[in-house]
């Protein structure tokens, strides 16, 4: 017989599964809105193994063994210049596309987030361009344009 406790604890996580089940199903759906919008074809899907696994594992690889960029020049060789690939349970896209490089950097650079990079590279970058989203990278870009003028170069 199952306590009140149990049966809480139960319907919380069915909640909570449920809400981020939605909440991965409307994300979706607005991206293949803005896709749809933009005129753009779905990236090539690379293999990953089960929830990313074996993808998650050569990349700690390489990056264990210092392999890291010909690893990710390979990659961009087998799966073209755009690629999508499952990595336990996030999809991260790569692209050496420079159309693609200048809508991140420059052009869309609103419509896109960092995600996790804050979290784990402020320790080590602090709050800069290399870490901060919004403002905070308008800021830090305003501050570091000079430095890349022609007289500069």
Known sequence: M???????LAGGAAIYVGFFFAK??????????KARALSCRPAHMAPSGPFGLFAFYEVTQAV???TWLPWV????????STYTRPVLGSDIVMTSE????????AT?????GLGWRYQHF???LGDGI???DGNGWSHSRALLRPQFSREQV
């Open 64 to 66: 264990k063994n210092k």
């Open 73 to 80: 020049e390979g990659e961009f060789r087998k799966h073209g």
């Open 130 to 132: 290399f870490t901060l």
């Open 98 to 105: 420079p159309e693609n490089i200048k809508a991140l950097l």
């Open 122 to 124: 402020l320790p080590l």
């Open 108 to 112: 869309q650079f609103t419509d896109f």
């Open 2 to 8: 199952m306590h009140t406790y149990q049966i809480i």
């Open 24 to 33: 991965s199903l409307w994300a979706a759906h607005k991206n293949r809105q």
